[in-house]
């Protein structure tokens, strides 16, 4: 990369302090996600296995976004962010952001209203899914480091993909005892 390209780069990249912001709105999310699912009925009067009791899962994401949240605020507040001029962190950029997130919508809606459920099995569905989706939220950095996209990306994102499809299909159909489509 030449100078420019890195103050570029720079420019746009997430500020310390924004990560803050952002760690704290997802450990209060998480957060109510958490008391949300912890007041939901258990169903125990109906001798419902623990583990398949309405709740468990929200709760278990609940607490690992408020863990994932409180590691981005430390790395935040290593990075400066609680001083008075915070340094600009270096990450993807920032200016794509609400490109981004219109990506990530344009996938879910394209798997739950076009993969899943039409015929095609959940493990190779949700490997599509994380797979396609690790390219295209990695463009950005391939772009911003002006490298194309390889067969060992490729391939990377594919045994990512088949690992999670298979691993969400085991959890799900053994530990939650839910049959996928």
Known sequence: MNDSTEDRARDRAPSARRNL????????LGGIILVAS???????????????????????????????GGLLAFRSIGEGALTRRAPVSSGVPAAGGHAQ????????????VA????????????????STSILTLQQAQRQAAQARLGLREIATAG??????GGAITLIFQTFFLVRLP
């Open 21 to 28: 912001q952002d760690a704290v709105v997802w450990v209060v």
């Open 101 to 112: 997130l219109l990506r990530v919508l344009a996938l879910c809606l394209i798997f739950t």
């Open 159 to 164: 045994l990512i993909g088949l690992g999670a």
């Open 115 to 130: 993969l899943l459920g039409h015929g095609l099995p959940f493990w190779l569905v949700g490997a599509i899914f994380v």
């Open 38 to 68: 912890l007041s939901m009925d258990r169903l125990e009067s109906q001798g419902i296995n623990p583990y398949t009791a309405p709740g468990l899962l929200p709760g278990l994401l609940g607490v690992a976004m408020m863990c994932l």
